[in-house]
Nanobody, 126 residues
Framework: QVQLVESGGGLVQAGGSLRLSCAAS????????MAWFRQTPGKGREFVAG???????????DYTDSVKGRATISRHNAKNTVYLEMNDLKPEDTAVYYC????????????????WGQGTQVTVSS
């Protein structure tokens, strides 16, 4: 059984930072396109960041405009884990953050994601 488990969310002040983790089990995700999404009750699921393998340990990254320059998606393949570091957090970053895997390794914004985590709550206070 494939599982993605997010962790690292919490309550932070505006201007602060967090590192979210997505630990995968049941399959090796180093070849998969990985992404982070976020969702609020009043808004649809939003793409935040994605990582696509180009070859070896080289990956391309994509970010939505609202987090560009503030967020970094990275991998530690030996731990089968993907991270999302977010800096200069803003109240509008408040959401449940989900990680997802596309086993077909598609382009992150157009990928069909096969597996999803349970989500981790990020709350940014002003």
């Amino acid at each position: 059984q494939v599982q993605l488990v997010e962790s690292g969310g919490g309550l932070v002040q505006a201007g602060g930072s967090l590192r979210l983790s997505c630990a995968a089990s049941g399959r090796t995700i180093s070849r998969d396109t990985m992404a982070w999404f976020r969702q609020t009750p009043g808004k649809g699921r939003e793409f935040v960041a994605g990582s696509r393998r180009l070859g070896g340990n080289v990956y391309s990254t994509d970010y939505t405009d609202s987090v560009k320059g503030r967020a970094t998606i990275s991998r530690h393949n030996a731990k089968n884990t993907v991270y999302l570091e977010m800096n200069d957090l803003k109240p509008e970053d408040t959401a449940v953050y989900y990680c997802a895997a596309d086993t077909a390794a598609g382009e992150p914004l157009n990928a069909e994601y096969d597996y999803w985590g349970q989500g981790t709550q990020v709350t940014v206070s002003s």
